[in-house]
């Protein structure tokens, strides 16, 4: 039987919809409690197994006991509600700029779930304290440790990574657990090493995927015995389906996408609770082939699609947050890969306008015209969803100057934010360092004295070698640079010690997707390298405000060097004292204007930060990846650094990305962008994020088709394929086309402009329901909006 | 040889064909009283102030009192030490920026990436030809270095025939069809204007012709049909014709520079109105422009 034998395209998204509204109505997580409880259990009765196999039959086990529920709206079976808390930070109503301190605390998690049913404060606090005292959670305190007091004021940061990365499903798909089980016993077969032990724990956890799906099998046998009329049929589909997949390989688009969501639940279940920012690649071309075969039309293949999105929002918040969804791009011969699947999934995505998963966008100088026609609708419908985009003209040769073999090119894809890396190939421990060039500077300037705390962490003038303030000033780069080796030193050893933590826990199922099933090596290994390419990621915060502030002090020492030691002391005091002094240095030339000078400084600061933290190694040897990205952390960073010469006030936001200060850029988009094109892209291989506020108004096209050929025109040309830019051009960006006032009307009446309860803005990476977010970041969105610097 | 410019950025297709650069330069010989740009009127630039930033303190001799700044002081002035570059600020700044020809040249060289469908830049005001011999020689520059050039004009100049040869796009404002409403609403005889714009028509083979329509002023039905009168005389294929209707967004810069903005509600137009001059326009065998 085939879907389209039980339901039309339509009733398909009727039901996709009321499973939606069914998800949104869960105001309560305690799957991944239960999972937990479960894995402390197994603990005990695997401790004489080798970790690997322990933690493959404890997920057996998780699978086996864990509630699994198919309701009414259920065309596939599967959820994502037992692997996430109610946690991320943003979407966290109580969530407050003062008050975040990162996810650093392993068992923090254990605060985001409330007494409910059985579960009793006192089974909380006794998982809560058994999960202080594992291996894992001593050796990420050790890691903190060796940080110090810097992550206290955010001079760096380090995280455990979970999740951020991109498995590659295809072959699981196309062979089903059965044919990959097969191989890897093959493999294991003739490996005469410890690894056969890993191979084995890899065929264990590919069964605990096979009980998960004979649960759900089961399930929808006795619900089918209840049931009657397209019900009925329903559940038969379903049953006969999950009997098939993921065993075997998948013969429909149908069967790919069931399989598909039973592997991904499968995946997020072995790291319960919060694995953030798992990717799908390139969604289109996993699952062309499956329509193919059947040839199944748009509209259908779209409403299927509509169900694959659903499943990843959770709960009443979607908390399952920077799961990131690609389409389009280039194969490495340049031909473009755009299929239908392509056009379904934006269909679907349109239609639905859910808070996940994320949708990015693949262009290159030849994407077709039907492309940007359908993208049309996204950019310029109010509260739509828009995508990310990026650019493979750009990315092509800068992954390839990071290692990327010619062959794997076409296979990047973006983990969380912005992160390119190889499906199923590359492990780049994305967001396990972070790196606050705005705290270093105040530091150097500030004689290693925190203007925040008055704490000492950094070093002394004299330590710099400088007598006087006046020195500092004038040897303020050198003095920068040489605390910036020092600081990313301490933060590499931190990162380092953190990843080796979170190696303690293996995840064989996640590797048999990573390269496991051929190296038979975990993913998070820190010993033996188990993917094609791997690193360690660092985002790196404050490009514009220490570009801005180097140009002020070099503008005060040559008008007014007898005033040096007088802009200290305005630092000193958040220019309480002297406004004077405040409104000197905010009116010195700033990044985004299209000036040479501090342009060039932009430059200059991110080439030397990245070969700094790119020269650092990770726990295999392999160079930190610099990524220019602030996923709200500009906010956070922002808060622990005092006034700085660029006239910033303490505690005010540094600027987000690579994009100019706030309210810096007041020249233009066409300003801005060509400050933009000196930047040194290929030097953030690891990414970077970069916003355009957009006023629709000036888009005059009558059609969401001609005004996505009139958005290429105007904003992908220029910034990506501009014939006049002879360096790498950028490579990313992400839009949101409003207006300040248009989003404050949102807030204040979001019956009559957003009825739905949904109004989906982007934010960094992801998007989010921008009702949903916390006050601080509603207002953040707002002020970046920053309409004046894109204005044409 | 220097240039005066009060303002600079980007538009798309607003002043010019594709995406432009376009340089606001200093000094207008008319005063028209609806300008949008009352900052680029006078050729020794003006003080503007920012109520925000405006602070005591920050002219060194204390024009500045409770947030105001006094005009009469700022008159009698000779130092204009809250100009110098070494009081940056925020609160007080003057209209313009000077710069050598040559720094803007390499600006506009160095912004070509931005110069797509078939853009480039255009040179407005303020009255661009107030600036005549320094803007010839940046036209001149520009045009061997094949950057498509534009200029926007209110047409009073007697020698603006001169630049047709390096000027890509020759926009013309037309405010008025009768001499005398003319002299009374923007200071400055319309002979030459005239003269120019049958020149221009004549002689230029891009000319973009732009009617402000502003209530009271221009809009009366027969002001209507003496401006297609007029029109007719010069109408040809390489010849548009463009309404503008009259907006208030210049009216807070009037404060900013210390004056009162003397224009009022009854200079706004209706859409009706724009409707019909434009079919009049039509009508009559023009070419009709909407940018």
């Known amino acids: 039987m085939e879907i389209k034998a039980v339901f039309n395209a339509q009733e398909l998204t009727d039901l996709a919809k009321k499973r939606f509204q069914e998800e949104r109505s869960l105001n309560h997580l305690e799957g991944w409690f239960l999972a937990k409880e479960i894995q402390r259990e197994c603990d005990e009765r695997f401790k004489d197994e080798k970790d690997c196999i322990r933690i493959a039959r404890t997920q057996a086990e998780v699978m086996k006991n864990i509630p699994v529920q198919i309701g009414d709206y259920h065309v596939f079976a599967g959820t994502q509600d037992d692997s996430f808390a109610r946690s991320y930070a943003l979407i966290n109503p109580e969530f407050t700029v003062d008050s975040f301190c990162g996810y650093c605390d392993p068992v923090a998690v254990f605060g985001d779930i409330a007494p409910f049913g059985d579960i009793t404060q006192e089974r909380i606090d006794e ?100 049931a009657s009329g397209k019900d009925k049929e329903r559940l038969r589909l ?102 239908l699947c392509s056009y379904a999934l934006l269909d679907a995505y349109y239609d639905m306008n859910l808070p996940q998963p994320i949708l990015s966008v693949k ?23 828009t995508p990310s985009l990026f650019n493979d003209d750009s990315l092509f040769p800068i992954l390839k100057a990071r290692g990327v073999s010619q062959e794997d090119l076409e296979d990047y894809s973006v983990a969380g934010c912005q992160e390119p890396l190889i499906m199923g190939k590359d492990n780049g421990n994305t967001t396990n360092s972070w790196l606050n060039l705005g705290k270093i500077l105040e530091l150097c300037i500030n004689g290693g004295i925190s203007l925040i705390t008055g704490k000492r962490l950094g070093k002394t003038d004299e330590e710099n070698g400088c007598k006087s303030k006046l020195e500092v000033l004038q040897n303020i780069r050198e003095i920068f640079y040489n605390n910036v080796e020092e600081f990313a030193d301490r933060m590499a050893a931190s990162a380092n010690a953190a990843s080796e933590a979170v190696s303690l826990l293996e995840v064989p199922f996640l590797s048999v997707m990573m390269g496991g099933a051929e190296s038979g090596i975990d993913v998070r290994d820190t010993k033996k390298q188990g993917t094609k390419y791997n690193g360690s990621g660092c985002l790196i915060h404050g490009l514009s405000v220490v570009a801005d502030s180097f140009i002020a002090i070099d503008t005060l020492l040559r008008e007014r060097p007898e005033d040096a030691q007088r802009m200290v002391d305005a630092l000193n005091n958040n220019f309480e004292d002297d406004p004077q002094m405040h409104q000197y240095l905010l009116s010195c030339p700033k990044f985004g204007n299209n000036i040479e000078a501090v342009d060039s400084e932009a430059k200059k600061i991110a080439e030397r930060v990245s070969d700094i933290v790119s ?60 400050s933009g094109m000196h930047l040194p892209y290929e030097k953030m291989s690891g990414g970077y994020a970069s916003h355009f506020g957009i006023n629709p108004n000036y888009f005059k096209a009558d059609t969401f088709e001609k005004k996505g050929i009139e958005f290429r025109d105007k904003i992908i040309g220029p910034l990506f394929y501009n014939p006049a830019n002879n360096g790498i051009q950028p490579f990313y960006l992400y839009v949101n086309v409003t207006t300040p006032d248009m989003l404050r009307k949102v807030l204040e009446n979001p019956k009559k402009y957003a009825p739905s309860g949904v109004y989906i803005m982007r934010i960094h990476g992801t998007f989010v329901n921008f009702l949903d977010l916390s006050p601080a970041i509603q207002e953040d969105i707002i002020t970046r909006l920053d309409i004046e610097s894109t204005s044409f | 040889m220097t240039l005066k410019i009060f303002q600079k950025g980007f538009n798309y297709s607003q002043d010019g064909r594709g995406n432009r650069l376009v340089y606001h330069m ?92 078939g853009g480039g830049v255009t040179f407005t005001g303020g009255e661009a030809t107030m600036q005549f011999d320094a803007l010839k020689e940046l036209l001149i520059r520009l045009k061997s270095a094949g950057i498509h050039t534009a200029v926007e004009t209110n047409g009073s100049h007697v020698r603006l025939p001169e630049l047709f040869p390096y000027v890509g796009q020759l926009i013309m404002d037309c405010k008025h069809w009768n001499g005398e409403t003319h002299m009374k609403y923007t200071g400055v005889p319309i002979d030459t204007v005239l003269e120019n714009i049958r020149r221009a028509a004549l002689e230029h083979g891009a000319v973009d012709i732009r009617i402000p329509l502003i209530g009271g002023v221009n809009d009366s039905v027969r002001d209507m049909e003496e401006f297609i009168c007029l029109f007719e005389t010069m109408g040809k294929a390489h010849v548009t014709f463009e309404i503008l209707k009259y907006h208030e967004f210049g009216k807070n810069k009037w404060e900013e520079c210390g004056w009162r903005y003397k224009m009022d509600e009854r200079a706004h137009v209706t859409a009706g109105q724009i409707k019909q001059f434009q079919k009049m326009i039509v009508n009559h065998g023009l070419n009709y422009k909407r940018s």
Request: with cysteine; charged share 30%; glycine share 8%.
């Open chain 1, 238 to 339: 379903m049953k006969e389906t999950l009997k098939k997949v993921p065993r075997e390989g998948a013969n429909n688009l149908f069967e790919a996408i069931q399989s598909f969501i039973l592997i991904w639940q499968a995946m997020c279940l072995e790291q319960t609770p919060n694995p953030f920012a798992f990717s799908v690649g390139n969604a289109d071309r996993i699952f062309e082939p499956y329509r193919a075969k059947t040839n199944m039309s748009r509209e259908v293949a779209a409403a299927l699609f509509k169900h694959l999105l659903v499943f990843f929002n959770v709960a009443d918040r979607s908390w399952a947050i920077s799961q990131n969804l690609i389409v389009g791009g280039k194969s490495n011969d340049g031909e473009d890969l755009t299929n």
């Open chain 1, 127 to 226: 998982l809560k304290e058994y999960n202080n005292h594992t291996p894992y959670a001593d050796a990420l305190r050790k890691a903190y440790d060796i940080a110090g007091d810097a992550t206290s004021e955010a001079v760096f940061f380090i995280e455990q990574v979970t999740g951020h990365l991109i498995p590659d499903v295809r072959r699981l798909l196309a062979v089903g657990t059965k044919g990959l089980k097969e191989e890897i016993m093959r493999n294991k077969n003739a490996c005469q090493d410890e690894r056969r032990e890993y191979f084995e724990a890899m065929k264990l956890s590919l069964e605990a995927l096979e009980i998960l799906a004979d649960r759900y099998a089961s399930l929808a046998d006795e619900k089918e015995k209840m």
């Open chain 2, 26 to 117: 200093q000094g207008c010989n008319m005063r028209c009283p609806w300008c949008a740009n009352p900052e680029g009127m006078k050729m020794d630039g003006v003080i503007l102030t920012d109520k925000e930033w405006l602070r005591d303190g920050l002219c060194p001799k204390g024009a500045v009192k409770d947030g105001r700044l006094d005009r009469t002081e700022c008159e009698v002035c000779k130092e204009r030490a809250c100009l110098d570059p070494k009081y940056r600020n925020k609160g007080i700044r003057l209209s313009f920026e000077e710069k050598p020809i040559e720094e803007i040249y390499e600006e506009i060289i160095s912004s070509s990436p931005m110069f797509y469908d």
């Open chain 1, 363 to 385: 262009l290159h100088k030849n994407t077709p015209q039907e492309l940007y026609e359908s993208l049309g609708r996204f950019f310029f419908t109010p509260g739509c969803l």
């Open chain 1, 615 to 674: 020269s650092k190694k990770n726990y295999l040897g392999n160079p930190f990846r610099c990524d220019y990205a602030t996923p709200s952390t500009h906010l956070l960073y922002g808060y622990w650094v005092g006034a700085t010469p660029d006239g910033r006030k303490s505690r005010d936001m540094l600027g987000y990305g690579v994009d100019p200060l706030y309210g810096e850029a007041h020249s233009g988009l066409g300003f801005r962008v060509l």
